[in-house]
């Protein structure tokens, strides 16, 4: 059986959970991730957890916060002027907004806090902070 090495495209079930069991994403009743080890289309760690696998293998790994999204930055963490927001758009605690950072890029904030008068929104990757746990089966190499 060929072993997935860098180059190779593989297909993957996962299942990730954090340190107390909860799921926070899973390949379960969906096609099989899909990626060309060495590109980066995923962490690195979760690549260099797939190389030298075999199809059929199976492995638990987990991947600390620093390695995955980074810790979790409370300079992340903004207040502003509810009225900077366009009309069009009515706060809520939850409410995730796009907006376009000082490079061009689409940024992603999710709204923390809301009164008459502020906004809080938090800029921080949800899984920041957090310690991931990936349950895989490599399927297949290519």
Aim: avoid cysteine; aromatic fraction near 8%; charge should be negative.
């Amino acid at each position: 059986m060929a072993e997935a090495r860098i180059g190779n495209i593989v297909k993957v079930h996962y299942r990730g959970t954090l340190q107390d069991g909860t799921e926070f994403d899973s390949s379960a009743g969906r096609d099989p991730l899909q990626f060309t080890l060495g590109e980066g289309a995923v962490l690195n760690e979760f690549e260099m957890a797939v190389s030298g696998m075999s199809p059929g293998d199976k492995k638990t790994f987990t991947i600390k916060s620093g390695d995955a999204y980074g810790e979790y930055d409370e300079a992340l963490v903004m207040e502003f002027d509810r009225g900077q927001l366009p009309p069009s758009i009515t706060p809520e605690v939850g409410l995730h907004l796009q907006f376009e950072q000082d490079d061009g890029q689409a940024g992603i904030v999710k709204i923390i806090q809301v009164t008459d008068t502020r906004v809080s929104v938090d800029a921080n990757h949800p899984l920041a902070g957090k310690d991931l746990t990936f349950d895989i089966q490599l399927l297949e190499v290519a």
